[in-house]
């Protein structure tokens, strides 16, 4: 049996942390056993479904690497089978016709809540002669379900979970309207498609249940099931817009490497040991659901921060240069192609004090930039009287010096001593001038990046 696993996703809002890390766990589950990876849009539901929520979708799992193996199915592409389906459950007596009406229906929960039961569906039409259809109503079909025993479902990840077939009531898979309810099309879909192993949130759990008696209905083998907890926020309350972003693309946007994001996301509620930085290939010859947890996961920020930083020290410099070009333009800088040479010069300095790209372009802002340079409070401190007059003498003294570390190096000792100054002294101010900040890479490599005629420029500029 070859595994076939599935993310299928609603395009009815954005693609959340949640629904990333589902995609994550259904895509690197499926490569462990040497399997397929397939994306289904549900778009069942009309109202809500929008082209721009599938393209958010689409392309957060682009940016993710979470590629699917065949095209993207729609699911309202195959309505014609979720209704061919259900009619054969209706000709073969396990499904019946239901011409209750919405009043009847609401009345009927409203009974229910007052006598504190469950507000479910009492079965009137289940057995009754559909001669005695009032006129005028369009009826829904729904499954017969069993009354007797239970339904039992061992999941992969929460253990065996049973419940009572009492306890549901004849949920409706074709609506008067003529349209399939989504739990009946995932039943169909999952099964044409040959998906062996449903892996999706616990929030579906109950859903699973009632799944099951569509799959009994039809004599369909079943594919197995793993839920998923959910991930909360830091609080412990489900995750909203309070609590930081909630598009995968925001992450982008703020600046996360998608290694870092997906390498987060299975370590969120899944562990190996103390295994924590880990490479795509890594993750795949390594993910079981046997290592996924049952309790909820709590969203860290911090922690994910923390391991971008560690991701983006091993990223390619020019590559990294390229997104900085890129954000910098957002923000209407021009960043010509000598500040491009000085940024990708610097690079392998900046990315070792920066956790995101969004401070990587921050910190690289001042190499595309012409002077006069907009200071920091703290730099402007710096660039007292004196400091000014001390970067003076030191601009006559670089003059002369080759621009290059050693020779830098040197210079800027020689020169500190002469002065009485100890070294971080005279590199302050210095850095202050040269960027308009307190900090950078070190200062030597900071001269060489700008090269001789810009630094001086820029010391110029202040100690004039």
């Not at 419940?163 to 349209?179: H, P, Q, Y």
Request: charged residues 30%.
């Amino acid at each position: 049996m070859k595994v076939r696993t599935r993310f299928a996703p609603s395009p009815t809002g954005l693609l959340h942390i949640g629904g990333a890390r589902t995609a994550l766990f259904n895509y690197l589950f499926a490569r462990h056993y040497g399997g397929e990876f397939v994306l289904r849009i549900e778009d069942t539901d009309r109202a809500r479904s929008t082209q721009e929520a599938v393209k958010v979708i689409l392309d957060g799992l682009d940016w993710l690497g979470l590629h699917a193996d065949e095209p993207p199915v729609y699911q309202t592409t195959r309505e014609a089978r979720h209704v061919e389906v259900a009619m054969q459950l209706l000709t073969e007596g396990k499904a019946y016709r239901c011409y209750c009406t919405p009043e009847e229906l609401t009345a009927m929960r409203e009974q229910a809540i007052a006598e504190k039961r469950p507000p479910r569906y009492d079965g009137r039409w289940r057995d009754r002669d559909p001669a005695e259809a009032p006129e005028g109503v369009k009826p829904a079909i729904r499954l017969k379900a069993p009354r007797e025993g239970e339904v039992v479902v061992k999941d992969l990840v929460q253990g065996e979970v049973r419940v009572k077939n009492a306890e549901m009531d004849d949920m409706i898979i074709l609506r008067s309207d003529g349209t399939p309810t989504y739990l009946h099309a995932v039943v169909v879909d999952d099964h044409d498609m040959a998906i062996t192993h449903v892996i999706r949130g616990d929030d579906h759990l109950t859903n699973t249940f009632r799944q099951i008696q569509i799959y009994d209905a039809m004599g369909w083998e079943k594919p197995e099931f793993a839920h998923i907890p959910l991930i909360h926020g830091a609080d412990g309350a489900k995750l909203s817009k309070r609590h930081g972003a909630v598009s995968i693309l925001e992450f982008r946007e703020q600046g996360f490497l998608p290694e870092a994001l997906c390498n987060y996301l299975l370590r969120l509620g899944w562990g190996h040991g103390d295994a924590e930085f880990l490479s795509r290939e890594e993750q795949i010859n390594l993910f079981t659901l046997e290592g996924v947890g049952r309790a909820a996961s709590r969203m860290d920020y911090a922690k994910l921060t923390h391991l971008n930083g560690m991701w983006l020290r091993q990223a390619d410099d020019a590559w990294l240069r390229d997104d900085v070009v890129e954000r910098l333009a957002k923000a209407d800088m021009t960043v010509d192609t000598i500040a491009m040479q000085r940024i990708l010069h610097l690079m392998p300095g900046l990315k070792e004090r920066a956790k995101t790209l969004e401070e990587l372009a921050a910190s690289s802002a001042f190499l595309a930039r012409e002077v006069p340079l907009p200071f920091e409070p703290k730099a402007e401190a710096l660039l007292t009287h004196e400091n000014k007059a001390m970067l003076a003498r030191l601009a006559s003294m670089l003059e002369g010096v080759d621009f290059e570390a050693i020779a830098i190096d040197a210079a800027l000792r020689g020169f500190a001593e002469a002065e009485s100054r100890k070294l971080g002294q005279v590199a302050q101010p210095l850095r202050a001038a040269l960027t308009g900040s307190t900090m950078s890479p070190g200062i030597d490599a900071t001269l060489i990046a700008l090269g001789k005629s810009e630094a001086l420029k820029r010391i110029s500029a202040v100690s004039a």
